[in-house]
């Protein structure tokens, strides 16, 4: 049953992306009302319902997505090891109820007509029981039901022992992004895995209960706060071709920055075709934006596309790769807007004066955010909670040094 509203919810998930922008848009409406504010809800309301629209139009849009025509009505196509074993059981509980509920259906409409009350019919008399019509009915349903669950304790059972030497890649989960660490550091927002390879996904939230859902691998999982979760795959076809596949990194130092720094590569990546990723656990306003791509490499093209993410990211400008530390790991609790949130926000606090619970005071400068990174309980602002959590030791020299330039680019 969790499997048939599992496609059920792939199958409509468009109409549901547009369902979630309109709630959206009706909320925004009822708050802008009661405020007295009609005609302003009206707009935000419209103006929330063709947001939705385009996101609708975006995701049918997407060049990037590879939707590959070999599905059957029911289920978009197979594309991992063991799919097949999903659908076979899929198709089983469908026919199984296809033909119980015909036959039923078949069977009342019959006795309904045959022994209907007419002038001159009494009711028949009925037997009482009937051993042997009784045994077969509990015994046939019966072993259907210890097949049905065999076979889908197998698949569960499957699902969650990824085989050892499994490629492992990170996945973190937030509101409202997927973010793929792989063994090598390297993050991105798009999966990209090797073809014929098992791959081992560990995952956590950092707020709500998301779910990872890729349709063509069948395979779907919970993300859950302050716990992992895992699921794995094995995708045997690429999803790119080889050509799409960016070249060797050079192996000469100064021509390899050059080819870095080269958009073309870049630009490649980007348009690299993944299969369908997203998130199937409602979890907030944007959740339907929570989506995005699984690319599964050819031969080699998973290494090099490593090489290549993992020198662009050491030479990220401190400015981008703050803005980068800042959407993973401050977002969360910190604004760049001026409103705050869970702490303070950053917009034009650089060089202002900050005052402590304590009654001490300071002006802020680099050493004070390197100070509230590494020991936060230290001196805690005045109006917030204790509770920003310490990242000594998790964030490199580098990342410091992005985040402090990037505050201090918020004016
Ligand atoms: C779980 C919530 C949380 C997260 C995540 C968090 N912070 Fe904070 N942060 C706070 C709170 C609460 C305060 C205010 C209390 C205090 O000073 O400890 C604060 C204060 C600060 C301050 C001092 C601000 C001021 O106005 O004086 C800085 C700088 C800061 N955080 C930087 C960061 C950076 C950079 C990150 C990400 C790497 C981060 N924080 C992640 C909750 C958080
Ligand atoms: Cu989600």
């Keep these: 049953m969790t499997r048939l509203t599992s496609q059920m919810s792939w199958m409509s998930g468009e109409v549901l992306a547009q369902a979630d922008t309109a709630g959206a848009g009706q909320a925004a409406g009822n708050a802008a009302a009661a405020a007295g504010d009609g005609a302003a809800a009206v707009a935000d309301g419209a103006a929330a319902v063709a947001n939705g ?36 059981l899929f198709h089983a509980l469908v026919w199984l109820s296809i033909v119980c509920f015909v036959g039923i259906t078949i069977a009342v409409v019959y006795f309904t007509v045959k022994y209907r009350a007419r002038p001159g019919h009494k009711p028949q008399p009925s037997a009482h029981h009937n051993d042997v019509v009784e045994t077969i009915w509990t015994v046939i349903p019966a072993l259907i039901c210890v097949a049905l669950f065999v076979g889908g304790w197998r698949g569960y059972v499957d699902l969650s022992t990824p085989p050892k ?10 509101k409202w992004s997927w973010e793929f660490v792989h063994p090598n550091g390297v993050k991105d927002s798009v999966l990209h895995v090797p073809a014929g390879r098992s791959v081992r996904l560990v995952m956590k939230s950092e707020d709500v209960i998301h779910s990872f859902f890729v349709p063509d691998f069948r ?26 596949e960016i070249g060797d990194l050079p192996t000469d130092e100064q021509v390899k920055v050059a080819f870095v720094g080269d958009k073309a590569n870049k630009t ?62 401050c977002f969360a609790c910190h604004t760049v807007d001026g409103s705050a949130r ?59 040094d992005g985040v402090i330039t990037y505050i201090k680019s918020l004016k």
């Design 53 to 88: 629209a385009a996101a609708v139009a975006d995701m049918a849009r997407d060049p990037n997505l590879l939707i590959p025509n070999d599905g059957s009505f029911w289920l978009p196509g197979e594309a991992s090891v063991g799919a097949g074993n999903v659908d076979w």
């Design 268 to 329: 490649k990546i980007a348009s690299q075709q993944g299969r369908r990723l997203f998130c199937t656990e409602y979890c907030g306003r944007d959740h339907s934006m929570m989506k995005t791509r699984v690319v599964v490499h050819n031969p080699g093209g998973y290494d090099r596309y490593l090489a290549f993410k993992q020198e662009e990211q050491d030479q990220m400008p401190p400015l981008e790769r703050g803005q980068d530390v800042y959407a993973r790991l």
């Design 342 to 400: 869970v702490g303070p926000s950053f917009a034009g606090v650089f060089g202002t004066e900050r005052t402590f619970v304590d009654g001490t005071s300071v002006i802020m400068d680099e050493n004070y955010i390197r100070e509230s990174l590494v020991n936060p309980q230290g001196q805690v602002v005045q109006g917030y909670p204790p509770s920003m959590p310490s990242f000594q030791g998790q964030l490199s020299e580098k990342e410091i």
């Design 165 to 174: 030497h499994a490629l492992e890649v990170q996945v973190t989960a937030r």
């Design 219 to 244: 395979i779907k999982k919970d993300v859950v706060p302050r716990r992992y979760t895992q699921v794995w795959f094995k995708a045997e076809q690429p999803t790119i071709t080889p050509d799409q």
